[in-house]
């Protein structure tokens, strides 16, 4: 009965990649671990780039420094 | 001063259910541990249902095979 | 099938408060929200009073001052 | 490679003072602990009024009775 | 630059299923949006099984049922 | 009112440590936000190098690396 958070930017994310990322996440958990899927839980939250900051910058001005 | 985190998938909860689950969660921590309400802090995270997956698969598709 | 996570100090809860807080808060969610219990998940974190502040001050500090 | 999240109210905290958030925390983590800037992440997550509640009652409702 | 966070039982998941389990999520990342695999974060948070509940029971309980 | 919470690996933070992370999050939400620090609650979290990979890696064999 595991559970997983993710938290990824808000960057156009898809209905079908995110269904791919809950999936994923499940097996993984029945491959490494043998966890039941039926009780594997996980969510995603989508964050603003202007909320999510490594090496003290946002990710906003990192992308415009590209 | 403990911190209660509730996530629920965004399918309309009320402002009035969302305020029952704050007066519910910390008067639950005054009558099981004795936690001074005062400071004691809940907060409520709706997340949409192709964020969310139980048994592999999002709640989105699960709504729909019912 | 929501989920609950309660960070609370690590102050001698005991096994059968533990269990009433996640009974207490899965009651919340059937009544509230009429959440199914079954998928209903609660996590309880206890964190060191040194590792928790409010106001600027450790919690073990708070306490000697008390 | 520290983590900080930070939960705050969404009551218009601006791009500039979100990206002073980021700055400030990663550099308390150098200050502090000596972490490296450039592994570590700072997220922050704005939270409506109606979902956030201290001593029982939503921000809100305290709000309006201030 | 994503994060994961998995919440599992402390029921003795060996270092070398925790590398796996970090490892996977990283992978899955890159396989479905595409992420940096170098500024992807992975924690795992054990949990005793008195402080895991799932339907208002303990695991603690639901395992002795078994 | 917010709420902050530090995930740093558990490689010795001392006690005096942890207390300025604490004093010092709580004084970056005064300065930049004007937030009453009367009501912020930081948590630290301190997570075992298996438990915490970058990269993909565990912080175990990055260290191990050096």
Known sequence: MPYVHF???NEGA???QKA????GATQLLVDVL???P???VV???EVDTDNWGIGG???TV???GK
Chains 1, 2, 3, 4, 5, 6 share one sequence.
């Open 20 to 23: 791919a990322l809950i999936k």
């Open 7 to 9: 938290r990824i930017t």
């Open 57 to 59: 910058e946002t990710v």
């Open 62 to 64: 990192l992308r415009q």
């Open 38 to 40: 039926a009780t594997t």
């Open 14 to 16: 898809t209905k079908e």
């Open 34 to 36: 043998g966890k039941n």
């Open 43 to 45: 969510t995603i939250e």
